[in-house]
């Protein structure tokens, strides 16, 4: 009987779990933030909150979700046990070296970074994706004329709502939904939330800068030829882009809206 270790268990398997885990979470964050777009729109929500029904309730979709939860939860464990299995690993500390000399400042406080990120992510969730599933939401029902286009917004009691619906009565079209973009629009009126947000985003561009490029290091993608592509990408896409349009997101609803 073998008496090697389990590729999973050893520290390259480790970190290849984090490298496949936050490249799957990269993606998750470009799909995020096209749909959050929606938010944008001069519709009182009549886009975005279609599209919050469709990602909660179209199979595939939930079942990429549930993989999502698993590699939130999987990326955080295993980026603590390489973190301890580190600092274990060099008990005398940094006294004898000097990291600054060797790495960048994000890649030296991924934890810290992480930490902030994982704090967010917490903070997202209970805000909406929990009270969207509980019901802790409006509901709304729009009235859109086929035929005009114009439409009527009309905020719905909880004993009118049963789930959403579309239907054609007269050519008027009716939709009734839980109303998330309100949800959106409540609470990025607190300004304590509103800075925490960009923060978060803030740590979100400096993780992945360094994450995005160290997972394709780690899966063994360095070579030269790609390699001025996959910094590109880290530091253009994902350090810049997407952590900005989704810190826009908040300063929109509370000094636009």
């Not at 004898?96 to 990120?117: C, E, F, H, P």
């Not at 114009?150 to 239907?167: G, M, N, P």
């Not at 939330?193 to 993608?221: D, E, P």
């Amino acid at each position: 009987m073998s008496n090697s270790k389990p590729v999973l268990s050893s520290s390259l398997g480790r970190k290849l779990i984090m490298s496949l885990t936050g490249i799957f979470l990269c993606t998750f964050l470009i799909v995020h933030l096209i749909g959050n777009l929606q938010l944008f729109k001069d519709d009182a929500g009549y886009a975005f909150n279609q599209y919050a029904y469709f990602m909660t309730h179209f199979t595939p979709i939930k079942v990429v979700s549930y993989l999502l939860y698993a590699s939130i939860i999987l990326h955080a464990i295993y980026a603590l046990v390489l973190t301890l299995k580190n600092r274990a690993a060099r008990p005398i500390g940094y006294a004898q070296y000097d990291g600054k000399a060797n790495s960048t400042w994000n890649s030296r406080n991924m934890g810290i970074l992480g930490t902030i990120v994982l704090v967010f992510l917490a903070t997202h969730m209970q805000n909406f994706w929990w009270k969207y599933h509980n019901d802790q939401v409006p509901y709304v029902e729009y009235r859109t004329d086929l035929a005009t286009g114009a439409r009527s917004i009309t905020e719905l009691q909880a004993s009118e709502f049963t789930d959403y619906q579309v239907t054609i009565e007269n050519n008027v079209e009716i939709v009734k939904a839980r109303d998330l973009y309100k949800q959106v629009a409540y609470a990025f009126k607190n300004i304590g939330l509103v800075i925490f947000y960009v923060i978060a985003m803030a740590a979100l561009a400096f993780h992945l800068i360094h994450g995005f490029q160290s997972a394709f290091r780690t899966l063994g993608v360095s070579h030269k030829k790609y390699l001025p592509l996959i910094q590109a990408i880290g530091v253009w896409l994902f350090g810049v882009i997407v952590p900005i349009g989704f810190a826009l997101m908040p300063l929109y609803f509370y000094f636009v809206k």
